[in-house]
């Protein structure tokens, strides 16, 4: 995924008081031809809603100036400072272009791909669902058209993607009638071709170490001393027990991990490429904005989100959960640590009491912040759990963001805890990713290969994807981190079974509901939220 904070802060095409259809294109454009590399990637540089002259929200504690830092950067653990990165993963353009008209859009869709389109929003600002028809010869808004459809009454319509959250439209999405003049959709549109962009199967990355000291842009520094141990990320049973947890917890006293079939195994097997389709939502970054020791809500989110994706059979838009909203409601840790069953304990124990689940990161983005951490802006939020903090939108310019009585969100109907190598292999075959502890300190530096230091330790939590073979060293485990695209191989790293004390604790959870097109279950919300507003007393959303 690309990053639109590096273009609100480096761009100059725009801001958060609007832009240009084409503008980003020529941008990005440009800088791949004067500097070889292109648009930064949103796991170094997350969208922040902000820009220079935006004085919203946190946007005045925050620099969006044009530098390294605010280009791609890593935020090291615990205390150490967030740096500019010289290498990062990016895209480039080769061409662009702008076309109008019905035929012209149609072709340039249909040959390669979605389109960029200038739209009149008036009468989007409260849609549901349906076919939008209007005349209008004015633009105020930039939307992305993705293909088109026949209706039997209307005509020819344009399935158009919006940017306001999967709780508006249809999820997200709006179907707009073709023809002259029809909320002007078909007067401005832009086009572009990617010329590269970094990838695994590219293998075209340089791995950054998780500090950035291997990859400093030239007005970056950081001292260099003797790595200490890692501050551990983990809580200890005490700690998990203390915030009203179960220890190790299991929701059923005969768990369905028991029941699954115990059979002969691949030697690989991923489900990053599963015959060739790849079942694994998008890569995170916990570093930024700034550092969060939140790897607990990374690992055991990431994993719950992919089986949501195997569910969907790799079908549909990915749907992203909120680790912002287990960061302020959950309780199952902090910025400084947490637990990762105590996660799936947590949203089980809601889904169970209100129907809802976790929020989607739509509507609750990950900040970075808890309420006991005060590093970078983290001390100018409120990261208490209220509405606005479960789920939220912003209206258009000057009207107050609001907190969301309904919103889309997932829920759990199993989860447990397992450990060593049969179980692990026996939940990741049958069902999907799991949350697993691992000793990190070993993998501070790394840039590639398998991973084979042992430890008795803990002080991190990964996804397990799955597993291969090796020649020399035999099985390792494919393993998904939380330290961005820039690190280790694309985001991943390979551990060597019985290394890193990465088979000692293990949980999985298995997804109950969620809200998806094919479902039919979402709940449309206005743009400005004005019909799902909740009450700041609407204890049921706030469950803890």
């Given at each position: 995924?690309?990053?639109?904070q ?50 919203d929200g ?32 990016n ?53 992305s ?23 508006w ?15 002007a ?30 990859c ?33 917890a ?16 691949p ?13 694994l ?65 947590w ?42 903090n ?47 502890d ?27 994807v ?19 695209q ?22 999985w ?34 469950v803890?």
């Open positions: 995924m690309l990053s639109v590096h273009m609100l802060n480096c761009g100059n095409v725009g801001s958060c008081h609007g832009g240009t259809v084409d503008g980003p294109y020529q941008w990005i454009h440009e800088i791949s031809k004067r500097t070889g590399s292109g648009i930064s990637y949103v796991t170094a540089q997350p969208y922040l809603a902000c820009s220079e002259e935006n004085r946190l946007c005045p504690h925050i620099d969006t100036s044009c530098k390294a830092e605010n280009v791609a950067r890593t935020c090291g653990t615990f205390g150490e400072p967030c740096v500019g990165l010289s290498h990062y993963p895209a480039t353009i080769s061409d662009y272009g702008s076309v109008s008209g019905q035929n012209a859009m149609q072709k340039e869709i249909f040959n390669r791909g979605p389109i960029a389109c200038g739209i009149d929003a008036n009468s989007l600002r409260d849609y549901e669902t349906g076919i939008v028809k209007g005349f209008s010869i004015l633009q105020d808004h930039v939307i058209v993705v293909g088109w459809g026949t209706d039997s009454e209307e005509g020819l319509y344009w399935i158009v993607r919006n940017s306001w959250g999967e709780y439209g249809e999820n997200g999405y709006v179907r707009v009638k073709a023809g002259w003049r029809s909320l959709i078909e007067e401005s549109c832009a086009w572009a071709v990617p010329t590269d962009f970094t990838a695994v199967e590219k293998k075209n990355q340089f791995p950054c170490h998780e500090d950035g000291k291997n400093l842009s030239k007005e970056s520094s950081l001292k260099v001393t003797k790595q200490q141990k890692r501050k551990s990320e983990v809580l200890s049973k005490e700690e998990v027990e203390a915030r009203g947890f179960v220890w190790k299991n929701s059923s006293a005969q768990s369905s991990h028991d029941l699954l079939e115990d059979v002969d195994y030697e690989e097997f991923s489900w990053l490429n599963q015959n060739g389709t790849n079942y939502t998008m890569m995170l970054n916990q570093h930024i904005p700034q550092y969060c020791g939140s790897c607990w809500a990374h690992g055991a989110i990431s994993a719950l989100q992919d089986r949501i994706k195997i569910a969907r059979k790799a079908k549909g838009i990915d749907i992203q959960l909120s680790i912002q909203h287990v960061l302020n409601c959950g309780n199952a840790g902090s910025c400084n640590g947490g637990d990762g069953n105590a996660v799936y304990q949203i089980k124990g809601i889904g169970d009491k209100t129907g809802s689940g976790v929020a989607y990161t739509t509507g609750q983005p990950y900040m970075a912040c808890s309420k006991d951490n005060h590093d970078g802006f983290c001390s100018k939020g409120d990261w208490t759990c209220t509405p606005l479960v789920q939220r939108t912003c209206g258009t310019f000057g009207e107050a963001c609001v907190g969301l009585s309904h919103y889309p969100n997932a829920t759990i109907a199993e989860f447990g805890s397992i450990q060593g190598k049969d179980a692990m292999m026996k939940e990741i075959f049958h069902r999907g990713p799991i949350a697993c691992v000793d990190a300190n070993p993998l501070r530096d790394y840039e590639g290969g398998i991973a084979t230091d042992k430890s008795t330790d803990v002080d991190h939590i990964i996804s397990i799955g597993w291969g073979t090796d020649a020399k060293l035999g099985m390792y485990w494919i393993v998904r981190n939380s330290w961005g820039y690190w280790g191989e694309g985001g991943f790293f390979r551990a060597q079974v019985g290394s890193l004390n990465i088979e000692s604790n293990c949980v959870a298995t997804p109950k509901d969620f809200t998806a097109p094919e479902r039919n279950n979402q709940y449309h919300c206005y743009e400005d939220g004005s019909n799902c507003k909740s009450s700041e007393s609407d204890e049921s959303l706030l803890i």
